[in-house]
T-cell receptor
Framework: DGGITQSPKYLFRKEGQNVTLSCEQNLNHDAMYWYRQDPGQGLRLIYYSQIVNDFQKGDIAEGYSVSREKKESFPLTVTSAQKNPTAFYLC?????????????FGPGTRLTVL | KNQVEQSPQSLIILEGKNCTLQCNYTVSPFSNLRWYKQDTGRGPVSLTIMTFSENTKSNGRYTATLDADTKQSSLHITASQLSDSASYICVVSARKQAGTALIFGKGTTLSVSS
């Protein structure tokens, strides 16, 4: 998991509640990413950020929000507008400007809506 | 449309046997291809990364090949161990004006039994 931590590991939410997933990295990476993983599907990009105070929508940003106030932190808020939030959420980070652009992943947070 | 297709979807082998996982892609313009191993409930961990000019790359008992002409890659696992039981994800990176975009396959679930 190499320097990226996510918390909590498991999260339960009632319908209509907003929840925030934490992601912290000590790899000094400029770029950070949030993905959603559903059974039998590939990872889908929610949001990404290549620099502090800037972030971009990914393929499935609706119902999610992020902030990037510090280089080390990239929290994801799952809002009540997200219709089907139960999933496994993965945070990743990478350096910027490298052809390989290898992304290092955190251990994930499993969110369940009750 | 950029796509990554993996086969088989799942595979069961006996401990000590070899196996090969396949990845076909239609991604353009191609930047690089990587294989990740994801244990259940954990984040993916990189096994290999190959650029256009690299045909093969090894990481211990894992050997990845790339045929950029046919847009195919394979991951060969030698002398499988119980700890190889995991999902193996093929990820292709496409060059974009603002950097690169990752296209994830759905993964092959490998089960190694004793």
């Amino acid at each position: 998991d190499g320097g990226i931590t996510q918390s909590p590991k498991y999260l339960f939410r009632k319908e209509g509640q907003n929840v925030t997933l934490s992601c912290e990295q000590n790899l000094n990476h400029d770029a950070m990413y949030w993905y959603r993983q559903d059974p039998g599907q590939g990872l889908r990009l929610i949001y990404y950020s290549q620099i502090v105070n800037d972030f971009q929508k990914g393929d499935i940003a609706e119902g999610y929000s992020v902030s990037r106030e510090k280089k080390e932190s990239f929290p994801l808020t799952v809002t009540s507008a997200q219709k089907n939030p139960t999933a496994f959420y993965l945070c990743a980070s990478s350096i910027v400007g490298n052809d390989y652009n290898e992304q290092f992943f955190g251990p994930g947070t499993r969110l369940t809506v009750l | 449309k950029n796509q990554v297709e993996q086969s088989p979807q799942s595979l069961i082998i006996l401990e000590g046997k070899n196996c090969t996982l396949q990845c076909n892609y239609t991604v353009s313009p191609f930047s690089n291809l990587r294989w990740y191993k994801q244990d259940t409930g954990r984040g993916p961990v990189s096994l290999t990364i190959m650029t256009f000019s690299e045909n093969t790359k090894s990481n211990g008992r894992y050997t990845a090949t790339l045929d950029a002409d046919t847009k195919q890659s394979s991951l060969h696992i030698t002398a499988s161990q119980l700890s190889d039981s995991a999902s193996y994800i093929c990820v292709v990176s496409a060059r974009k004006q603002a950097g690169t975009a990752l296209i994830f396959g759905k993964g092959t679930t490998l089960s190694v039994s004793s």
